[in-house]
């Protein structure tokens, strides 16, 4: 069968021939790949980045996907930490990672957007217990899972959602997807620290996918500006594009009441994110979300991969 196929930390996978995938298990099940997204997460991992990584090569890279399985039954998968990744014409599951899809369910759209949307909800569903009437901040919200993150934040009841980014078209668009203000993250980390301070002071819950000094200086500003420090903030931290370390003063944790946590592979357990996943998949089904997604066939995934670097589209691979 054809798959991408990672033979280096330095170089983009390439379209090749690989041996076809068989069941090892009774929970097994292999299924024809329907639509992968092209994540950020996936590209950590190709390039042996991310903190899971076990340096193994040659590798399948691909996290989750929506196949069918041979009786025709669509599956929404998540894949255990496997050199055999879901960007393949066909791949084995585990039954107890996956769900049911609806028969009328859209591949490409669950695909595109469940990785993504699962972040903001499992780090407001899981890692916290969101009320409605709370305010958000949202930092990168320019890119797709900051956009998805808005609108989940609306729907979950947010009183307030300041989306924060550098892109000034995607800035000018979410207010149209529940964003109540906009803060540019143009400049200096001493405009970034004014920008958000005079913007995000006062809100209850930051959705950090950025990291690095921006969120360095977000936090600075933020908690600098804010009238009433005994007020509890919560800080998500979900991403890292911006880098992966922050420089965040210690004044700024002891001068708020400030609780910083993380939402991501091993904060949350499996079962929590299986359980969370039908209701996700039903509301993407159903259209609740505003995708900004592309389909590009698999055998493409070599110029795939660099356009995904410049890019906030979200790629889904269609074998």
């Known amino acids: 069968m054809?798959?991408?196929?990672?033979?280096?930390?330095?170089?983009?996978?390439?379209?090749?021939?690989?041996?076809?995938?068989?069941?090892?298990?009774?929970?097994?099940?292999?299924?024809?790949?329907?639509?992968?997204?092209?994540?950020?997460?996936?590209?950590?991992?190709?390039?042996?980045?991310?903190?899971?990584?076990?340096?193994?090569?040659?590798?399948?890279?691909?996290?989750?996907?929506?196949?069918?399985?041979?009786?025709?039954?669509?599956?929404?998968?998540?894949?255990?930490?496997?050199?055999?990744?879901?960007?393949?014409?066909?791949?084995?599951?585990?039954?107890?990672?996956?769900?049911?899809?609806?028969?009328?369910?859209?591949?490409?759209?669950?695909?595109?957007a469940m990785n993504p949307a699962m972040s903001s909800w499992l780090a407001l569903r899981s890692r916290m217990r969101f009320e409605?009437?709370?305010?958000?901040?949202?930092?990168?919200?320019?890119?797709?899972?900051?956009?998805?993150?808005?609108?989940?934040?609306?729907?979950?009841?947010?009183?307030?959602?300041?989306?924060?980014?550098?892109?000034?078209?995607?800035?000018?668009?979410?207010?149209?997807?529940?964003?109540?203000?906009?803060?540019?993250?143009?400049?200096?980390?001493?405009?970034?620290?004014?920008?958000?301070?005079?913007?995000?002071?006062?809100?209850?819950?930051?959705?950090?996918?950025?990291w690095g000094e921006p969120a360095a200086a977000a936090l600075t500003g933020l908690i600098t500006a804010r009238p009433d420090r005994g007020r509890a903030i919560t800080w998500i931290q979900i991403g890292s594009v911006a880098g992966g370390t922050a420089p965040i003063p210690s004044a700024a944790l002891r001068a708020a009441d400030l609780r910083i946590i993380g939402s991501g592979q091993g904060s949350v357990p499996p079962r929590d994110i299986l359980a969370s996943l039908p209701e996700l998949a039903s509301l993407i089904t159903a259209g609740a979300f505003d995708l900004d997604a592309v389909a590009v066939p698999l055998s493409e995934v070599t110029s795939a991969w660099s356009d995904a670097a410049t890019t906030t589209r979200r790629i889904v691979l269609t074998p």
Do not use: N
């Open 2 to 112: 054809k798959a991408a196929l990672v033979s280096s930390f330095d170089a983009p996978p390439s379209y090749a021939e690989v041996p076809d995938p068989s069941a090892s298990s009774p929970d097994d099940l292999v299924v024809e790949v329907i639509a992968a997204g092209l994540h950020p997460r996936v590209r950590s991992q190709a390039d042996g980045s991310h903190y899971t990584s076990t340096d193994e090569l040659p590798l399948i890279p691909g996290i989750d996907g929506v196949g069918r399985d041979a009786s025709g039954v669509l599956h929404y998968f998540v894949l255990a930490d496997t050199t055999a990744g879901s960007m393949a014409e066909r791949t084995v599951i585990d039954r107890r990672r996956s769900i049911v899809l609806a028969p009328d369910a859209d591949p490409f759209a669950v695909a595109a």
């Open 132 to 210: 409605p009437g709370q305010s958000v901040l949202v930092l990168g919200a320019t890119g797709s899972a900051g956009g998805l993150a808005v609108q989940l934040a609306k729907r979950l009841g947010a009183s307030r959602i300041v989306a924060a980014g550098r892109d000034a078209a995607k800035l000018a668009a979410l207010p149209a997807l529940g964003a109540t203000e906009v803060v540019s993250l143009d400049g200096d980390p001493a405009a970034i620290a004014d920008a958000i301070g005079r913007s995000a002071a006062e809100v209850d819950v930051v959705l950090d996918y950025l």
